[in-house]
């Protein structure tokens, strides 16, 4: 199992810990669990780019079943898994890829190089003092989900 090679972090201590000390890198927490299809899709894709982006990127899992974590998962509105969401020195970052939310990336990656390609223009951006990005990816690559909304 790929989660064996990134940490995996289940407190609210140990992801508030890796935002903070995570410095002139950017850090990529994927909200999940490790039994779902798409979030070990996306495991394996993350555990294959690790190496390639370890100089400007760090890569966590974070369990979005532990009790601890659910201050996270209310705050970034995660619905959706796996959620990736990413920070660069503290900050939180975001990616205008087309859809409504640019907070996070909803799904899994279709390739390890549209990852790659997505953590590098945050870093791209982030080294620039933006704090929102342009998504790299052609449109036919980012996933694409209907937003519902109940009572309203």
């Not at 020195?89 to 087309?98: E, Q, T, V, W, Y």
């Not at 990816?137 to 519902?148: A, D, H, W």
């Amino acid at each position: 199992m790929s989660s064996a090679l990134l940490p995996t972090l289940r407190r609210k201590r140990e992801v508030d810990t890796a935002i903070r000390d995570t410095l002139d890198k950017v850090l990529v927490l994927r909200f999940g669990r490790a039994t779902d299809a798409a979030c070990l899709h996306l495991d394996d894709i993350l555990a294959k780019s690790s190496w390639d982006i370890s100089k400007f990127a760090t890569v966590a899992f974070v369990d979005m079943d532990s009790e601890e974590i659910q201050v996270y998962v209310d705050y970034f509105d995660i619905t959706l898994v796996p959620a990736t969401i990413f920070f660069f020195n503290a900050h939180h970052m975001k990616m205008d890829s087309g859809t409504p939310d640019h907070t996070k990336w909803i799904g899994s990656f279709n390739r390890k190089q549209d990852f790659i390609d997505v953590v590098e223009a945050i870093f791209r951006g982030a080294m620039k003092g933006k704090l929102i990005v342009s998504c790299p990816l052609p449109p036919e690559s980012i996933p694409r989900f209907q937003l519902l909304f109940k009572d309203v």
